[in-house]
């Protein structure tokens, strides 16, 4: 199957698999869109991209088990419970199982922010917290203070720039 339809049908599944929760329906795409761009803009090989997209689609899968399991869903109770949800629709797809193993990492990883070994690690955080920003109504000092210290991509930045700052008016 080429990768452009399993990306196509690991979105639905996991519409499928939030389904009638339309806040996180939205927000994978979202998620999913801003990684996809920054990840084009970035000049990713093939196969990074991919496994970007996919770990942007599957990222939050751990919420729904979390809040089944604990009550909660914190950022790392989503990082326990993820990997193992996205490991089983990630095999139905047929991939890797390499490729399973390094977006299960990223699931298990996409909160924290130290350590980031890899652009698809980067381009994930960022494009959550581009999508997080807004959804949770972060004030604008905190956002500065993400994109300073936890931003590290051109595009990302600029994604980041546009969407929650003033352009700069040019000084004579």
């Known amino acids: 199957m080429e990768r452009e339809k399993q990306i196509d049908l690991l979105e639905l599944n ?11 329906i939205h927000h994978l795409v979202k998620v999913h869109r801003f990684a996809q761009m920054i990840g084009r803009m970035e000049n990713l090989d093939e196969h ?3 496994l970007t997209e996919c770990a942007a689609l599957v990222h939050d899968i751990g919420i729904r088990p979390s809040e089944e399991k604990y009550g909660t869903c914190n950022g790392k109770l989503q990082e326990q419970e993820g990997p193992a949800c996205a ?16 977006i299960c990492y ?6 924290t922010y130290t350590h980031v070994e890899g652009m698809d690690y980067q381009i994930l955080i960022e494009a959550d917290f581009l999508v997080n920003f807004y959804e949770d109504a972060i004030c604008r000092d905190t956002i500065q ?9 051109r595009s990302g930045k600029l994604l980041c720039e546009i969407a929650y700052f003033e352009k700069q008016k040019d000084s004579d």
Do not use: P, W, Y
Not at 14 to 24: A, E, G, L, T
Not at 106 to 111: A, C, D, F, K, P
């Open 14 to 24: 996991m519409m499928r698999f939030n389904q009638n929760d339309v806040k996180r």
């Open 48 to 50: 990074t991209q991919f």
């Open 87 to 102: 490991r089983v629709m990630l095999e139905e797809l047929g991939l890797s199982q390499a490729d399973i193993d390094r």
């Open 106 to 111: 990223l699931v298990g990883h996409h909160h």
């Open 145 to 153: 203070k993400v994109l300073d210290n936890i931003f590290r991509t």
